[in-house]
T-cell receptor, first 114, second 116 residues
Framework: DGGITQSPKYLFRKEGQNVTLSCEQNLNHDAMYWYRQDPGQGLRLIYY???????QKGDIAEGYSVSREKKESFPLTVTSAQKNPTAFYLC?????????????FGQGTRLTVV | AQKVTQAQTEISVVEKEDVTLDCVYE???????LFWYKQPPSGELVFLIR??????QNEISGRYSWNFQKSTSSFNFTITASQVVDSAVYFC?????????????FGTGTRLQVTL
């Protein structure tokens, strides 16, 4: 079945560690996105990518890094520079060009700093 | 700058009641898209509907209906005869410049609780 797979579902990080969240899609979508969701808040954009080997910062990129080496994959690294990383992270993808198509979302990764 | 406001933080209704979720948006663009997503307890956002800025025709899909009014910058969502399975957080979102991979701007969401 086509879709977006995020792993792991739950992730625990110690202070000062970098962690990488995985996002894979088999929808053949060009664009991929990472959002952060905090309790009682909407989703905020971290990074997005329109094409392989290219990505742009979103509204809250500080303390995060991404790569887009393959069309199917868009991993997000939460670095030690991110001061408050505990949150729910959602990956999404969409086609680009033409009409304003909807984004499809993965099931999310819940990151907790311990 | 674009902005989406969902003033209702939480709504509780009894099953079979109708409920309307409000969404007000701000944008300077003449071309834009509006979306509604549902987030059940599992966490995944489920796409419900897309509406472009040139199409003010309201839509009904089963128990769901949407009322888009450019004059008031509103895109409200109504569930008729609500069911317990409708319990979720609902997000309204705005996308400008739809020809590119531009970002979705989300509202803060409305949590709907449907009880028996």
């Amino acid at each position: 079945d086509g879709g977006i797979t995020q792993s792991p579902k739950y992730l625990f990080r110690k202070e000062g560690q970098n962690v990488t969240l995985s996002c894979e899609q088999n929808l053949n979508h060009d664009a991929m996105y990472w959002y952060r969701q905090d309790p009682g808040q909407g989703l905020r954009l971290i990074y997005y990518s329109q094409i392989v080997n290219d990505f742009q910062k979103g509204d809250i990129a500080e303390g995060y890094s991404v790569s887009r080496e393959k069309k199917e994959s868009f991993p997000l690294t939460v670095t030690s520079a991110q001061k408050n990383p505990t949150a729910f992270y959602l990956c999404a993808s969409s086609i680009t060009g033409g009409t304003g198509t909807e984004a499809f979302f993965g099931q999310g990764t819940r990151l907790t700093v311990v | 700058a674009q902005k989406v406001t969902q003033a209702q933080t939480e709504i509780s209704v009894v099953e079979k009641e109708d409920v309307t979720l409000d969404c007000v948006y701000e944008t300077r663009d003449t071309t834009y898209y509006l979306f509604w997503y549902k987030q059940p307890p599992s966490g995944e956002l489920v796409f419900l509907i897309r509406r472009n800025s040139f199409d003010e025709q309201n839509e009904i899909s089963g128990r769901y209906s949407w009322n888009f009014q450019k004059s008031t910058s509103s895109f409200n969502f109504t569930i008729t005869a609500s069911q317990v399975v409708d319990s979720a957080v609902y997000f309204c979102a705005l996308k400008e410049d739809p020809g590119t991979a531009s970002k979705l701007t989300f509202g803060t969401g409305t949590r709907l609780q449907v009880t028996l």
